[in-house]
T-cell receptor, first 115, second 111 residues
Framework: DVKVTQSSRYLVKRTGEKVFLECVQD?????MFWYRQDPGLGLRLIYF???????EKGDIPEGYSVSREKKERFSLILESASTNQTSMYLC??????????????FGEGSRLTVL | RKEVEQDPGPFNVPEGATVAFNCTYS??????FFWYRQDCRKEPKLLMS???SGNEDGRFTAQLNRASQYISLLIRDSKLSDSATYLC????????????FGAGTRLFVKA
């Protein structure tokens, strides 16, 4: 079974703090993604990466950055956390099929609260 | 218009019922299609891919109609454990590949 592991399930941070969310997958997937999920807004893509050291902005990249130094690891960074970044953050990975992304496999999520 | 639209929920059905969810997508360049299941406060989990020929996995049947840009999920003999939110997901080319999630349809199966 695919395993996508997120380093922290619950975090509480203060406004202005730097936050690192780590994600590791064990299936040698090329593609990795960071989403946030908020009630009423569904899943929104923050950033994705289709290869080591490659990154692409998603729909809501403002206030976030990412790092992919190794194929299995994709990190999300909040340089200066703000209260509107309180959310559930979900990492996902996938293989590529016929030029389109295959189904996504998600980690358990990191619930971040910014005070 | 949203790129992926699903039936509004929630659906409340008794155990043993058959329930169908529908999903439409707006971009004809969409390439691959999936149904996900998400339990309350948990991550989405891939339920099944959807193919033009239709595909079945136990009590679950998925259908894709490219001409009508329509996807469906049929659940037969509903179980209490089927209670969850079902997400329709479409991968499409839009200046780069994008994965678009529907808002989800909530299903409650009652004893």
């Amino acid at each position: 079974d695919v395993k996508v592991t997120q380093s922290s399930r619950y975090l509480v941070k203060r406004t202005g703090e730097k936050v690192f969310l780590e994600c590791v997958q064990d299936m040698d997937h090329e593609n990795m993604f960071w989403y946030r999920q908020d009630p009423g807004l569904g899943l929104r893509l923050i950033y994705f990466s289709y290869d080591v050291k490659m990154k692409e902005k998603g729909d809501i990249p403002e206030g976030y950055s990412v790092s992919r130094e190794k194929k299995e690891r994709f990190s999300l960074i909040l340089e200066s956390a703000s209260t509107n970044q309180t959310s559930m953050y979900l990492c996902a990975s996938s293989y590529a099929t016929s030029g389109a992304y295959g189904g996504l496999f998600f980690g358990e999520g990191s619930r971040l609260t910014v005070l | 218009r949203k790129e992926v639209e699903q039936d509004p929920g929630p659906f409340n059905v008794p155990e043993g019922a058959t329930v169908a969810f529908n999903c439409t997508y707006s971009n004809s360049a969409s390439q691959s299609f999936f149904w996900y299941r998400q339990d309350c406060r948990k991550e989405p989990k891939l339920l099944m891919s959807v193919y033009s020929s239709g595909n079945e996995d136990g009590r679950f049947t998925a259908q894709l109609n490219r001409a009508s840009q329509y996807i469906s999920l049929l659940i037969r003999d509903s179980k209490l454990s089927d209670s969850a939110t079902y997400l329709c997901v479409v991968n499409m080319w839009a200046g780069g590949f994008k994965t678009i999630f529907g808002a989800g349809t909530r299903l409650f199966v009652k004893a």
